[in-house]
């Protein structure tokens, strides 16, 4: 694990206001728990060989998706889906393609979610 290089691709991968919806006060409930994920996740899992990062967002909207209720994260994770360049039918198609595997409502909850993130982010680009 390298902890600046969590928080370069952290920075990389999730703009402020992403951040600050997912991490939220952390440091004050968990002292310490907020670097750990960072560390762990962005300086560790994410340098992993073996998948892109657009293939590491597959992944994440399809496991928030399945667990559901998880709004903040996977709102995140759609975002950083722009970021690294995918489209916003490439983001759709992803919850279209999950609803035989995941069920219909959890693929729906998804695509609402993704649905109010991709048009926030169309109004900020605009």
């Known amino acids: 694990m390298d902890r600046d290089e969590g928080y370069r691709m952290l920075n990389l991968l999730q703009d402020e206001a992403t951040q600050q919806a997912t991490l939220p006060g ?4 968990a002292p310490g ?3 750990w994920i ?3 996740l962005f300086g560790g899992t994410y340098l992993r ?3 892109s990062l657009r293939d590491r967002q597959l992944v994440n909207l399809a496991a928030l998706t399945a667990l559901g ?29 999950l609803a035989p595997y995941v069920g219909v409502p ?8 993704a649905a109010d993130t991709l048009a926030t982010a169309e109004q900020e680009s605009a």
């Open 26 to 29: 952390l440091e004050q409930i």
């Open 33 to 35: 728990y907020a670097d």
């Open 38 to 40: 960072i560390t762990a």
């Open 49 to 51: 060989e073996g998948l």
């Open 69 to 97: 209720g998880v709004d903040p994260q996977l709102s995140g994770h759609v975002r950083t889906g722009l970021r690294i360049g995918m489209t916003r039918q490439q983001i759709v198609e992803v919850f279209v393609h």
């Open 106 to 113: 959890k693929a729906l909850a998804g695509l609402r979610v």
